[in-house]
Structure formats: structure tokens, C-alpha cells
């Protein structure tokens, strides 16, 4: 059974600092998102990584990919308020033509100004 | 539309009634996806279409919960004799057939069971 980790659970950060959140998987797999969730609301994909040592960048946000390792990172660059949300990394498994999704617990990040 | 649509946004139901959630999935779709979020958790996968296909319904938690796509668009979720560990945000998200692409999710429904 596939299990996804992330780490820390919750982070509260000032603004101008860096901070990196993990994502740890169990099953081999070439695929990973990072979405971002707010308080109420649906989730937004931010990053979608598809191969080994993929690297993504958008704004402030920047992720990346080792399947070998079975890791991604979200790291935050000169943290700002408008970052405050729930993000959550979600592997996915590809078996027999059927697709799904496995999110991680989540890391409630709060930007302290 | 624009964007994957969800209705009801908010149901409250008694314990023992039976519900439907709607899902209405960006045109021309052909995956459709149903996920449950308990308060604090991440999402956690129910069951998949490909256009009317039901091809993985392993998540769904029991047989109270079922789900159709008869025309391959709109999906509905039905669950039946609604229990309070029912209570939780269901998601819907839909992507093209390519794998390569991202799923886009939708608002929820967010069900209590009282």
C-alpha cells in the first residue's frame, strides 16, 4: 500500500524567510503534484512533476522531483503572507490503466508578518 | 464551463437518510474522480471513471456508497444511510485522458450527517 508522508504538519514562518517542506512516498512512482488548499476552498494545482530530478518554478514556489530517493520538496522563498494555506503533495499510481491519487496529510503553513 | 462543478455545496443530512452529490466534470473530460476529505486530512480516493466506465471503485468505504457516470459527463455520488463518519468534503476532479495532464478539482460538498 502506497503511503505518503509529509513533513512538518504544521509551519509558521515570518515573512522574508526560507523554509522547504518534504514529501516522502513509498512505492516507486514518476509522477507527483503539489496542490495548494485554503481554508474552505478546492485545491489548486501548483506543480506537477513527471520525471526524475524535475524541477519546477513559479514565483516564491519551487519544487522538486527524486524518485529514486521516493522525495519532493516545496521550497519557499522570502516567505510572504499571501502563502498562508494548506499544501499537500499527491503521488500517482498508474496499475493497469487505472489512475488515482494518493495525497499526503498536508502542512498547514501560516506566515507570521 | 469554466471549471469542474459541484452541487449541493453544503449538505446536512440526518442520520439514516440517504444523499446524492452532483459532479459536473470540465467538457470533454473523459477521467472523472471521486475523493473524500475528513476535517484535517489530505483527500483520499474513492473511486474512478473513464467516460461511463467505472474502472476502480477500491476506495469506496462500503457498499452504502455508489457512484455513477451513465453518459460519461455528470457523475453523481450516492450514499446511502447516512452515517456521522460519512460527515466530510467530497471532492470531484476530472482530466483528459492523457495521462500526462492534471486533474482540476472542484469545489466540494461538504456533507455533515447529524
Known amino acids: 500500500e502506497l503511503k505518503v508522508e509529509q513533513n512538518p504538519l504544521f509551519l509558521s514562518m515570518q515573512e522574508g524567510k526560507n523554509y522547504t517542506i518534504y514529501c516522502n512516498y513509498s512505492?516507486?512512482?514518476?509522477?507527483l503534484y503539489w496542490y495548494r488548499q485554503d481554508p474552505g476552498k478546492s485545491l489548486e494545482s501548483l506543480f506537477v512533476l513527471l520525471s526524475n530530478g524535475a524541477v519546477k518554478q513559479e514565483g516564491r514556489l519551487m519544487a522538486s522531483l527524486d524518485t529514486k530517493a521516493r522525495l519532493s520538496t516545496l521550497h519557499i522563498t522570502a516567505a510572504v503572507h499571501d502563502l498562508s494555506a494548506t499544501y499537500f503533495c499527491a503521488v500517482d499510481l498508474y496499475i493497469l490503466g487505472n489512475e488515482k491519487l494518493t495525497f499526503g496529510t498536508g502542512t498547514r503553513l501560516t506566515i507570521i508578518p | 464551463g469554466a471549471g469542474v462543478s459541484q452541487s449541493p455545496r453544503y449538505k446536512v443530512a440526518k442520520r439514516g437518510q440517504d444523499v446524492a452529490l452532483r459532479c459536473d466534470p470540465i467538457s470533454g473530460h473523459v477521467s472523472l474522480f471521486w475523493y473524500q476529505q475528513a476535517l484535517g486530512q489530505g483527500p483520499e480516493f474513492l473511486t474512478y471513471f473513464q467516460n461511463e466506465a467505472q474502472l476502480d471503485k477500491s476506495g469506496l468505504p462500503s457498499d452504502r456508497f455508489f457512484a455513477e457516470r451513465p453518459e460519461g459527463s455528470v457523475s453523481t455520488l450516492k450514499i446511502q444511510r447516512t452515517q456521522q463518519e460519512d460527515s466530510a468534503v467530497y471532492l470531484c476532479a476530472s482530466s483528459l485522458a492523457n495521462r500526462n495532464t492534471e486533474a482540476f478539482f472542484g469545489q466540494g460538498t461538504r456533507l455533515t450527517v447529524v
Open positions: 512505492t516507486t512512482s514518476d509522477r
